[in-house]
């Protein structure tokens, strides 16, 4: 839903079909971080802070990952619109998300009981691999505004890159810090 209402904002506000398709891939894009950051910081929100919200959020984090796989698959249409058409661009730049949404769907494709029973300890790390590298393609891609030529691009890679950030230092705390010492030994 996030993402349809980006589209149909980027339509209402895009000067031509060049800028709707920028708008509408950046701004899919922006409506897909929440959702992915609600999926990469679940268990370890509730590692830190056990209660009901966070005891859902942990049950509920497939479906999270689900919601994020389909909101990025709309990020990536809008996306390959905006570069075929109107701002093409090198091959060699697009590797790195590329390989990301190889992920992102091998995630999506084995987020089942079955899958997991199947593949054993190499579901957990082809899911720890996945949602890192998509974290990581993440962050380079709002660090990089954060500098960007254009100060246009400024307010949301300062304000996208530190919650992406943030949200690894919740991660590094939960499995190291306060929250590895809160588990019963």
Known sequence: MLSAIAIGAALATGANPSDEALLAAR???RAALPIFLFTYMASSLYRLAPNDLTRSLLRQRRQWGLAFALSHSIHL???????????????????????????????????????????GHRWKQLHSIGIHLTW????????????????????????????????????LWAKFGRGRRAQPV
Request: aromatic share 14%; hydrophobic share 55%.
């Open 136 to 171: 990581a393609v993440f962050l380079v891609g709002y660090g990089s505004r954060a500098f960007h030529a254009d100060p246009a691009y400024h307010l949301e890679g300062r304000v996208f890159a530190p919650l992406l950030l943030a949200a690894l230092a919740i991660r």
């Open 27 to 29: 701004w899919t894009a």
């Open 77 to 119: 249409v809008a996306l390959l619109i905006n570069i075929t058409l109107y701002r093409p661009r090198p091959l060699i730049s697009l590797a790195g998300g590329a390989l990301a949404y190889l992920f992102v769907y091998m995630m999506a494709i084995t987020s089942t009981d079955g899958w997991q029973r199947k593949m």
